[in-house]
């Protein structure tokens, strides 16, 4: 290791390059601040919206009338509605269609086929949010755009911890794992901006155990931002609300709404009331609302539960294999056309993933500030507000700008600030090189945490949380972090970024752990066996949990969701 | 595992190892013109390599876990 870390300075660091990071740095250098933005790939196919997406949730004024309060409640009544603080999301859609009609400009098809279109995810008779749109080139567009904005990006430089001091945030300390050797470097900023994506490879996948990458979401978003605030005492919310997606199985994807078709038994009936042929305008909601019913009908010997599209017209079909490649998931369409399997003729089973964290994280005011003052967050990692592609790229602009508004009016950190600090933290990750044949490897860590996390921090529907178990899993989680310290060791950076990835997942899992104990209640999958009800008390309530950097107290705070 | 790269077809100009969202190949142009796939264990198989190859040089190959499970469609009846 080199005595002294490489220096990179800026008024805004934004960490993570997916949408919310690209929209935050766009909209930072908008403001005239100088951005740097560091990226653990490449942010040209980063994340998870990497090769496509193909649902914006917006509110576009001209389709849906001037009164914003139907959509409002639709996308509150939507897969992505549980955990909202109402403001963030009446001020998300107040802002997306300026985004969507951005998007449009910078290259993006927002209405590839000439109107705003508003297709799938939809139930009967209600307003649909979500436009269809094709974004197989959304991750090279906003590259693009970030670069002639002058955001400096920095590529294979993911950020591995945070640094404040007696004035607030004041940088964060990132590994260079382009070569073979790790690299720290300390990036120096007036605010940051976290949007590191959801927290994958916490639990085993629930297809295919052992199979670790073969997740819905994009794996290497290990809840980096939830970890790391959390280690400098920022408030994270709703950890201990679990969510799964679903998809076909075994081949983990999301993307479930792309299909068109009929969710059905095996004998043909329809596992939902909401259609009985589908079409692109509705498609089949059902596992939108009745998340857990392929886990169910396994669970209970009705199943398996099928997705059918051989009652869709041709003409649907092909919108939906169109839809597919704008979402990315042209690896599912080679593969079933490799297999011929035609989505015409044969069904195709579908199954509820394991947990991960989508929209639970980091608390947001307004104006995407966490609340660590000048520390922002946008995307999947934000705990009281969730809108997928949308939600990402609105809020990243809003955190974006207000980050670059706020360092306005902040002084830049000195140069070689919390050297100590850095020089201790590159220490202690570089103390894990130098594997030799008698070393566990980061994968032991990696399935060591899933066994913990499926029995202890277990997520329903059929499995059960209790003070008890939480208990012993906390104890156990804590054991292996002592065994990890003594008996991992890897070869290279790349080897070592996969190691912190699951320190940064078994922090998550020591936030759930203790949030989950806090809620005694039950509440859509957290279910506790010792306090079986929903508690009506808590409904218009959100749990914060936070850990004090000085003492490691963990602190909890109920409070009222704000309207 | 996962990425296979066609070394006729490939040019060697790295752009999969590049822009692969799990870093699974790696590109050392003075060892070897075609990308080493070090972790295909990895992939997740979003097929931006696929997609970005100028040469239409790699396929993913999906391990038999992964594979989609279907049926007839005229069998789901009582």
Redesign the interface.
């Known amino acids: 290791m080199k005595e002294d870390i490489r220096e990179y300075s800026a008024d805004v660091l934004v960490v993570g390059g997916g949408i919310a990071g690209l929209m935050a740095a766009i909209a930072a250098a908008e403001e005239g601040a100088s951005v740097i933005l560091a990226e653990k790939a490449n942010t040209k196919r980063s994340g998870s919206g990497a090769t496509g997406n193909d649902h914006f949730l917006c509110y576009i004024p001209e389709k849906h009338g001037a009164d914003m309060q139907p959509i409002l409640r639709e996308v509150l009544d939507s897969m992505v509605g549980l955990c909202h603080d109402k403001d963030n999301t009446r001020r998300f859609l107040q802002e997306s269609f300026e985004v969507v009609q951005l998007w449009n400009e910078w290259g993006i098809a927002m209405r590839p086929h000439g109107d705003w279109e508003f297709m799938g995810h939809a139930f009967p008779g209600r307003p649909r949010v979500w436009l269809k749109y094709d974004g197989h080139n959304q991750k090279p567009a906003l590259t693009a755009k970030a670069k002639s904005c002058g955001v400096e990006i920095l590529n294979h430089l993911p950020v591995v911890d945070l640094c404040s001091d007696e004035s607030g945030i004041c940088g964060a300390l990132a590994m260079d794992v382009r070569g073979d050797d790790p690299e720290f470097v300390f990036l120096r900023a007036k605010t940051v901006v976290l949007a590191t994506g959801s927290a994958n490879r916490m639990y085993s996948p629930a297809g295919t155990p052992g199979w670790m990458f073969n997740t819905a979401f994009c794996p290497s978003c290990t809840g980096a931002a939830q970890a790391q605030a959390w280690r400098i005492g920022a408030n994270l919310v709703n950890m201990e609300l679990p969510n799964r997606h679903a998809g076909p199985k075994y081949f983990s994807r999301a993307g479930k709404s792309t299909w068109i078709g009929v969710y059905r038994y095996p004998d043909g009936r329809p596992l939902g009331p909401f259609v009985t042929e589908a079409t692109k305008e509705y498609g089949d909601i059902t596992c939108d609302v009745w998340n857990s019913a392929f886990t169910d009908l396994m669970l209970d010997g009705r199943g398996p539960a099928y997705l059918d599209c051989s009652g869709t017209s041709p003409e649907d079909l092909e919108y939906m294999r169109w839809g597919m490649r704008g979402e990315g998931l042209t690896a599912l369409l080679d593969y079933l056309d490799e297999k011929k399997i035609d989505p015409g003729k044969r069904a195709v089973e579908f199954m509820q993933y394991e947990p991960h964290l989508i929209g639970r994280g980091l608390e947001i005011d307004i104006d995407g500030q966490t609340s660590l003052p000048g520390l922002f967050a946008a995307g999947d990692m934000v705990g009281n507000f969730r809108g997928d592609i949308g939600g990402a790229a609105v809020y990243g602009r809003i955190a974006g700008r207000q980050a670059a508004r706020l360092a306005g009016g902040r002084s830049m950190p000195t140069s070689g600030a919390a050297a100590e600090w850095r020089k201790n933290r590159s220490e202690y990750y570089l103390s894990y090189l130098g594997q030799g044949s008698h070393d566990a490897g980061w994968r032991e860590a990696n399935l060591a945490l899933h066994q913990i996390c499926n029995d202890y921090i277990a997520a329903g529907p059929h499995r059960v949380r209790s003070a008890t178990l939480l208990k012993a899993g906390m104890e156990y989680l804590e054991q292996l972090r002592a065994n990890i310290r003594q008996e991992v060791r890897v070869a290279n950076s790349h080897e070592l970024l996969r190691l912190i990835e699951v320190l940064d997942l078994m922090d998550c899992a020591e936030v759930i752990f203790h949030s989950a104990g806090e809620r005694k209640e039950t509440r859509g999958m957290h279910i506790r066996s010792d306090f079986s009800f929903t508690n009506p008390l808590l409904s218009d309530k959100f749990l914060l949990v936070c850990k004090s950097p000085q003492n490691s107290e963990v602190s909890f705070k109920w409070r009222s969701i704000r309207n | 595992m996962p990425p296979v790269i066609d070394t006729e077809k490939c040019i060697g100009c790295g752009l999969c190892a590049?822009?692969?969202?799990?870093?699974v190949f790696r590109h050392k142009p003075e060892e070897s013109d075609t990308p080493q796939v070090?972790?295909g264990?990895?992939?997740?198989?979003?097929?931006?390599c696929?997609?970005?190859c100028s040469q239409g040089a790699i396929?993913?190959r999906?391990?038999l876990?992964?594979?989609?499970?279907?049926?007839?469609?005229?069998?789901?009846?009582?």
């Open positions: 590049e822009i692969c969202p799990m870093m070090l972790y264990d990895e992939c997740w198989h979003c097929n931006a696929v997609l970005d396929r993913l999906l391990p876990p992964y594979m989609i499970l279907n049926t007839d469609a005229a069998n789901l009846k009582g």
